[in-house]
């Protein structure tokens, strides 16, 4: 479980990070906690709280197809503040 693990870390780094979590732990479940965007884009599943309460569970290719969906909404809303390349959900 990484809980904010990277929260402190520039962006770069919390790319090596994760990189180097999906390398050597590939065969395991792994859950990660996280504000920033980036660091859930390539997982496999989202779960997305708002309030404490699931608000979306799915993919985050398919949240992402879904305009009006909160995930959507945070993605676009931080693409539009930073360079975020989503060229790694095709």
């Given at each position: 479980?990484?809980d904010?693990?990277t929260?402190?870390?520039?962006t770069?780094?919390d790319n090596?990070?994760?990189?180097?979590?999906?390398?050597?732990?590939s065969?395991?479940?792994?859950?990660?906690i996280?504000h920033r965007i980036?660091?859930?884009?390539?997982s496999?599943?989202?779960l997305?709280?708002?309030?404490g309460l699931?608000r979306?569970y799915?993919?985050?290719?398919?949240?992402?197809?879904n305009?009006?969906?909160?995930?959507?909404?945070?993605?676009?809303?931080?693409?539009?503040?930073?360079d975020?390349?989503?060229?790694?959900?095709?």
């Open positions: 479980m990484l904010e693990a929260v402190s870390f520039d770069a780094t090596l990070i994760h990189s180097t979590v999906r390398e050597h732990f065969d395991c479940t792994v859950i990660t996280a980036t660091s859930v884009l390539d496999d599943m989202v997305l709280l708002i309030a699931i979306e799915d993919s985050p290719a398919r949240l992402l197809e305009k009006s969906s909160s995930f959507a909404q945070l993605v676009a809303d931080y693409t539009g503040r930073s975020l390349s989503l060229k790694k959900l095709d």
